[in-house]
Structures are given as C-alpha cells and as structure tokens.
C-alpha cells in the first residue's frame, strides 16, 4: 500500500503520524494507536523514506517551477509558527517540536489546530484563557495545560497573524 494512502487511514482512524528524529510516532488514543501500528509495522521503512523526503515543487510543461503549494509549509512559516509559540510560554525545543508536527500536519491536510495558534487564546503559560470558551462549550474560560498542543477541531477558532512587535529578528 503507497505511504500516502496509509497516512489517510490512519488520520481516519484519528492517529497522527510523524516522523522525529528518524522514528515514527504515533499520537491519538491508545486503541487506535495499537491497531495503526500493527497495520504500519510492515511498512515501516518506507514511511520513514516518505515522511522524510521534502516537499519538491512540480515543474511546468515549461519547465519552469510552479508557485509553491499553499499546503507545503516554508521555512518562514516554521520560523513564524515557532516566534508564535516562543510568545506564548513554550521553550524554543517545544516550540520547535510543536512546529514540526505542525507540518506534519499540513502535509496531511489535517484541518485540526492546536489552542497555541488561535487569536482567542490569552493568558500566561500558567493561567491561559479561551475567548470563546461559550462558543466551543467548555466549562469556563480557563484551559488546561495540556489542551494547548493537542490538536482538536473547534468551532471557536480564529487564525493568529504575527504583529510586527512580534516578528522573528
């Protein structure tokens, strides 16, 4: 089965599939988790191979190169998503990590988002708040701390664009 088709199934299955440090990881609940790992094992290698190959940009029959994806994550959108998470309490390794899971992400076209990008969130790292916390149904304004970097759907979410104040040096 091609590598592509495999990460479809698992994200079905609501595993998520990255690559660190040359090793797969696989996030969601434990069944899940269990069931999708049986099913990769055999393919292990080639996963590894695909995930691991950046992103190359298809060229035109005139052999000039089309403009890039909007699904293709740049090294400034990294560099932003990194600035992003830096303001907002994370440490540069976890803002680093979020960041590439959260191209591993886009290169699966997953449309989950994690609290840390959205313009509603506010707070410190020890007292964040939702803005629309009526809207998404939760209990109350604050979030809990390891709600932040999960990825999830919400119906609350706003993307947060990057101030001048806080673009990278």
Known sequence: ???????????????????????????????????AAGMLRPFKDELVQYLDQPIAEPLSQAGQPRQASSTAPSDDTTCARVTLFRGRGLNQAAAMALAQRLTVRDQQHD???????????????NARRCGQWRQTRMKGPAM???????????????IRALRDSEASP
């Open 1 to 35: 089965m091609p590598p592509a088709n495999l990460l479809a199934e698992c994200q079905k299955a609501g595993v998520i599939v990255e690559l660190a440090s040359g090793a797969l990881k696989l996030k969601g609940q434990s069944d899940a988790v269990h069931f």
């Open 144 to 158: 809990p701390a390891d709600l932040v970097d999960v990825l999830q759907r919400c119906r609350g979410f706003a």
């Open 111 to 125: 449309e989950r988002r994690v609290c840390l990008e959205c313009a509603h969130m506010a707070g410190t790292a």
